[in-house]
């Protein structure tokens, strides 16, 4: 087959298609599109893509940040938002290579095609599973690839006490974890196999770790409604929550939509797990009665539905719904159209186009507007709550038995890193919402190390887009990816390897009604945090308990990474501010106190009415 030409914007229009590129990466018969295009003198009105083999258009996610364009192009009118991010349908049928088409919307009903790639889709199920069959000289080559990183970074004096628990791992988990850190990701294998090494290790903990006491007949029945299993960041404050609501005398019963083994996963809990198809049979706590209260933990699809199923089965329980984001802005961030156009869908209609990870923009709302109460997880998502609706804010905290001022252990650091490289850490999925942001921080890390300040990255979490694109292989020596982390804890013997933790980012729509939940996790191990100031930004001092940018973006936060290496005063100073604050805000204790109040406060307000409706 003839190899035809691929088309790339011309003048007045520049751009860069940056996914796909010779290779599409197909994901549950999604491909990512994803480049950016600006034009000369026309703002750029939106943008449409089609593979071959589709007969209709799909629409994408035209405007997102993009400060290298603006850069060279400063006088254009889309350049410093003319980023593009979509996800097309890829047909079975589509012919292997394939062509995708995009064209341009600059008004008067002028659509041109402004790129043509040809590329050969990767189905990366399918890739994963053909994975799994690996050899014995995989596993082999696996851990010779310690060995050899071990001598590299030791100077040949390698120590087999230090080796010993790394190299005493399952054949199983060898090869999961190679798969797991393939190309271009290659440095991350030592790293990978020390985390393989942690299931077998019990890490300390204080000795004053308490047994959750028994609810008391008097406390209440609490139902949490979540919107992912026992893994995710949410789950893990309902988790903390409720082994301190359990010391005050509340039963609490925790239903996820799936994996209900990952409870297994934690310490013992003080919560009972169940899964969203127990709900419509009812749900019965230990003193034989249903919820006094329904905490649908976000007003997403995935959360609403069974909620309102279980507010139909236990009609006397107040319902309450904790925000941690700006749901509007999570929306717009992967819907193919605008919010408008998505109010009048069906819920079927809804979960095709977009997906139950989201509110509906009209169902959303009104589940809100009908709640007794709404917690937060920041004061500023107040903004988005209708006025008549009481509200309670929920500080995330630290799970501090693993989470505290700790050294590395003995004999890793050296295994990714010299004495005079800093190591930085940065945890959490990246999806369409944050991808720009994360962006910046690896464009920052290859920054440094260009000008002679070597830096490497630790990075764990998932990503569901390709954010790197063709950065990923420049930027690969240098940062360790590990993927997803079984278990929260065994974060933070990573964590400690880190000189210094960065949240990228600036203050927009996104990171304004957000609380990152590893900003705690970050302040405990008393080492500088960088921040932008948004969010826990505006609380903290800059060069007191942490270091404030404007904007934390590539050229800042790799300008605060020099400065930190070169000025130690300043370096022990952000150290010591950042426990402190961490032990003067950070407290799950006290935000379960604040919790339980609320709950009894609203309680007794419906009991109230109750009890004058039957008078």
Not at 487 to 494: G, I, K, Q, T, V
Request: some cysteine; charged content about 20%.
């Amino acid at each position: 087959m003839a190899r035809p030409l691929n088309i790339l914007p011309s003048p007045p229009f520049f751009g860069r298609l940056e996914t796909p590129a010779d290779d599409g990466f197909v994901r549950h018969g999604k491909l990512l599109i994803s480049g950016w295009l600006t034009h000369a003198n026309r703002p750029i009105l939106g943008l449409t893509a089609r593979v071959n083999g589709v007969p209709s258009d799909t629409k994408l996610t035209y405007g997102l940040q993009r400060r290298d364009v603006h850069h060279e192009f400063p006088d254009h009118p889309n350049s410093g938002y003319s980023h593009f991010l979509g996800l097309i349908d890829f047909p079975s049928t589509a012919a292997n290579p394939a062509i995708i088409l995009i064209f341009a919307d600059v008004g008067d009903d002028i659509a041109p095609l402004v790129f043509a790639q040809r590329f050969l889709p990767w189905n990366r199920s399918v890739a994963a599973s053909s994975q799994k069959r690996l050899s014995f000289s995989g596993n082999l080559w696996c851990a010779a690839a310690l060995v050899h990183a071990h001598w590299r970074h030791s100077k040949g004096k390698t120590n087999r006490a230090d080796l010993s628990a790394l190299l005493k791992i399952p054949p199983a988990a060898l090869v999961a974890r190679r798969t797991a850190a393939s190309a271009p990701f290659a440095e991350s294998i030592p790293l990978s196999l020390f985390v393989s090494s942690l299931e077998d290790h019990e890490l300390s903990k204080p000795d004053d770790a308490k047994t959750p006491l028994s609810p008391s007949p008097s406390g209440l029945n609490l139902l949490f409604v979540l919107h992912c299993d026992f893994s995710c960041a949410s789950a893990l404050h309902v988790l903390a929550l409720t082994g301190e609501l359990s010391r005050l005398g509340h039963a609490c019963i925790a239903a996820v939509p799936e994996g209900l083994e990952t409870l297994t996963d934690h310490e013992p809990v003080a919560c009972r797990g169940i899964l969203h198809a127990d709900i419509p049979q009812g749900i019965i706590f230990p003193n034989g009665k249903g919820p006094d209260v329904i905490h649908a933990w976000t007003a997403r699809e995935r959360v609403r539905r069974p909620t309102e199923l279980a507010l139909k089965k236990h009609p006397r329980a107040i319902l309450i719904v904790h925000l941690e984001d700006n749901e509007e802005s999570l929306l717009s961030a992967v819907a193919p159209s605008p919010i408008e156009s998505l109010v009048a869908l069906t819920e079927t209609e809804f979960d095709r186009i977009v997906s139950q990870d989201v509110w509906h923009p009209r169902e959303g709302p009104r589940f809100l507007a009908k709640a007794a109460g709404a917690t937060l997880i920041i004061a500023t998502l107040a903004a988005l709550v209708p006025k008549h609706i009481h509200t309670c804010v929920i500080t995330p905290s630290v799970d501090r038995r693993y989470f505290h001022p700790q050294s590395p252990f003995k004999g890793v650091r050296h295994l990714i890193a010299d004495e005079n490289e800093t190591i930085l850490f940065y945890n959490g999925n990246v999806h369409a919402s944050n991808a720009i942001e994360v962006r910046e921080l690896y464009s920052a890390i290859l920054a440094l190390n260009h000008k002679g300040v070597p830096t490497r990255l630790i990075r764990t979490g998932r990503n569901e887009i390709d954010f790197l694109g063709e950065l990923a292989a420049e930027v690969a020596p240098f940062v360790h990816d590990l993927g997803k982390i079984r278990h929260h804890r065994h974060l933070a013997p990573l964590m400690a390897l880190a000189d210094i933790f960065v949240q990228p980012g600036g203050n927009n729509e996104f990171n304004a009604f957000r609380f990152p939940s590893k900003l705690p996790e970050f302040f405990s191990f008393g080492r500088p945090v960088i921040i932008p100031r948004t969010n826990l930004g505006l609380m903290v001092r800059h060069g007191v308990d942490a270091f404030v940018l404007e904007k934390a973006h590539s050229a800042e936060i790799a300008g605060a990474v020099r400065l930190l290496r070169s000025d130690t005063q300043l370096y022990r100073r952000l150290s010591e501010g950042a426990t402190a604050f961490s032990e003067r805000y950070f407290s799950w204790r006290r935000s379960a106190e604040s919790l339980a109040a609320f709950y009894e406060t609203l309680v007794s307000k419906k009991q109230r009415s109750l009890d004058e409706y039957a008078g």
